[in-house]
């Protein structure tokens, strides 16, 4: 079974330009997660979807961050302008909505702004 | 809001023998849920294991298990017979019932001695 896909691993871009991160969910969740992890700040949660729908945008750092969710097996993360401070680690991860809604994550993209 | 906290910067064990992460959280909401990832050196977040507040018997998933003590609000991680490959972060996570956010503790690097 595919897991949850993220697009492209690593990303290095210079300050100012523009970056979109990819997710492709696990077929059948209905809840998709953004998450960003650094040394200083740990895990913390972005934005989440229910059935394609934002729920919590409240952990979205500034408005240069959007999330987008077409549809149920798509979502984009994006950071316009970026800065070198948006270098991390960013996780999407999705999971049901019903039962103990583990939520299982992706891969990961290292972002590196220069 | 919820708080979760490992005390445990690091932790050493000997391989073959069993060890406890702690985790304690803090909430007044009566439904919630406790998880356990493991990320190791290579960056993924593996989902171990789950605990509901509800749940009357300390979930169990192979080596791993959990030592729920609600009224102490704690969730402990167990894992027995320690294997090298055990070698990593471990994060305790909280979601409130219905399903939603994690909210992560600090983590805690675990290293299996040979």
């Known amino acids: 079974d595919a897991g949850v896909i993220q697009s492209p691993r690593h990303e290095v871009t210079e300050m100012g330009q523009e970056v979109t991160l990819r997710c492709k969910p696990i077929?059948?969740?209905?809840?998709l997660f953004w998450y960003r992890q650094t040394m200083m700040r740990g895990l913390e949660l972005l934005i989440y979807?229910?059935?394609?729908?934002?729920?919590?945008d409240s952990g979205m750092p500034e408005d240069r961050f959007s999330a987008k969710m077409p549809n149920a097996s798509f979502s984009t993360l994006k950071i316009q302008p970026s800065e070198p401070r948006d270098s991390a680690v960013y996780f999407c991860a999705s999971s049901l909505l019903a039962g103990s809604n583990e939520q299982y994550f992706g891969p990961g993209t290292r972002l590196t702004v220069t | 809001a919820q708080k979760i906290t490992q005390t445990q910067p690091g932790m050493f064990v000997q391989e073959k023998e069993a060890v406890t992460l702690d985790c304690t959280y803090d909430?007044?909401?009566?439904?919630?849920?406790l998880f356990w990832y493991k990320q190791p050196s290579s960056g993924e977040m593996i989902f171990l294991i789950y605990?509901?507040?509800?749940?009357?018997q300390n979930a169990t998933e192979g080596r791993y298990s959990l030592n729920f003590q609600k009224a102490r609000k704690s969730a402990n991680l167990v894992i027995s017979a320690s294997q090298l490959g055990d070698s990593a972060m471990y994060f305790c996570?909280?979601?409130?019932?219905?399903?939603?956010?994690?909210?992560f503790g600090e983590g805690t690097q675990l290293t299996v001695n040979p």
């Open positions: 979807f229910n059935n394609n729908v934002p729920i919590d």
């Open positions: 077929s059948g969740h209905n809840s």
């Open positions: 605990q509901g507040s509800y749940d009357q």
């Open positions: 909430t007044s909401d009566p439904s919630y849920g």
């Open positions: 996570a909280f979601s409130p019932g219905g399903g939603s956010r994690l909210t």
